[in-house]
């Protein structure tokens, strides 16, 4: 270990207490520990196929046992990440407060983790630095704890520096992203000061002493907000903090929820297409469209990349897409992206003349602008071209060529799905001249967001105000299509339970009761005249 991290190993007070430790049964006695197990018998939570990690700041030692357990901890795993093999009776103390199997509150814990908190800090929090965006999906894999659940700090940090804010705000973000219980220790001693460290988190749980022996007032980082949240029977916070770890165990079920497998159908023989800037790699979605050029309508189908079949719900990359939102696209240097570029640029990106699959939206436009035939389903897709804003605006004013050179070999099959697209987009326009859209409601943007000279700028975009339109109109009027088809799924829905009613109310009066208020949804749905019969 360096200089650097030694010194910052004398700075991590551990919270060990002087007093001679509560026995087992009374520590547990007053929690009401006994009690749960005895009422609820086999049902009882123990933490099993929960894995933990602890975290320790004693130097040199940080493990509660190395390897395969014996006494206490027979049965259990210690995985090593700092590699040291180092134990110390505190790692030991916290151990069997937490996990140990006559002394512990989740004794089915199997699997530990370890880390020095010095290596923790330096590795995973990366705290002494801050982070590039093109290093975000690195940094994020690096955070990801793997198959742990809770991570217990029975020790702190001790000053208000830059490096311990990042580990404050990083550590934050690591219980969100991943979906984590953070256990973190306040100082014994009740004139202590609140730490200014990872005890001022919003997401974790901050625990302190019932006794009142300990730091407890408002948080002096990102606001006052008051702490400890919980409090245990314990002479020292360093072992009632893994007490709450424990009954956390037991309480855990996060789990991994697969994406969905539907059905899907093959759609690869019908031609489609990307356009976008010419340097996006992440292409989410592709317009397929055919048109006999006659008043016939066009059939649309807008397909979006299906990321329900490459990210599970509720899993690392699922839960990090709903804290960032969206992907940020900057003109000059590395985009923000929203995926892990291996998905969003690869495996999920409609690439050309790669099978992917799509949530695919079918729909007819008419020459009057009207969507009809809406149909939804899971489809097999192959691009066959990414053309750029930049050639298809060039389309629109009359020369092909800049087409035709992105589309190379598939430039025939291209053609006629970009002249559907475009014909689709004019109707589409036409039938939205009288009322607000969203091409009403923004200006053409004059800048565009960018990293120059290494900060956050901007600069002039490039104009395309016509391809972009097209492009805008297909979306909105697949996002109608799906909104209508979703409408007719309720009315079905309704018709379907109100016919239950009314069949009951023929055996009770004899007839059926009029339902004009149906019909009067079913028309608005399917059309004057083309009701069904029950």
Known sequence: MNRALRAVSLTLATLIGLAPAVVAQERRDLTGWFNLRDRLGSAFPTGADITVLQVEGWAPGYLPFIGQGTGEFSGKINIDHTGLAQTSSHAGTVGRRWYGNTQGYAPGIVTIESYNADHFLTLVLQWTRRIAASEWPAFIARLDPGDARIINNSWILGSPSESERRALVRSDFQTEFFG??????VNNGAASAMPPGFTSSF??????RSDGNSSAGPTTVQGARAKPDLVAPDTATSWTAPQVGGAAAGLDTTGVIPGAQAPWVDRRDEPCLTIDDVSTRDLDDAVGATWDGTEAPVQLAVHIADAGRAIGLDSDADRYARV?????????GDNAPMLDPALSEGLLSLLPNEDRFALSVRFTVEPSGQIGDVDVEVAAVTSRAKLSYGAVEAWLDGDRDAVVAE?????????????????AA?????ER??????????????VTPAIVDGKLSTVEAEPHAAAYQLIERLMVAANEAVEQRLLELELAELEAHWQEEEELASIIDGELTPMPLLESIRRKVVGA???PAF
């Open 180 to 185: 984590l219980i953070y256990i973190n220790a």
């Open 203 to 208: 997401n974790s749980i901050v625990v302190g």
């Open 324 to 332: 960032a939102g969206a992907t940020a696209y900057l003109a000059v």
């Open 407 to 423: 589309a190379g070999a598939n430039a025939a099959e291209v053609d006629p799905v970009l002249t559907a697209a475009i014909e």
């Open 426 to 430: 004019r109707r589409l326009g036409a």
């Open 433 to 446: 001249g009288d009322r607000d859209t969203f091409e009403t409601l923004f200006a053409a943007a004059e």
């Open 529 to 531: 005249g083309q009701a």
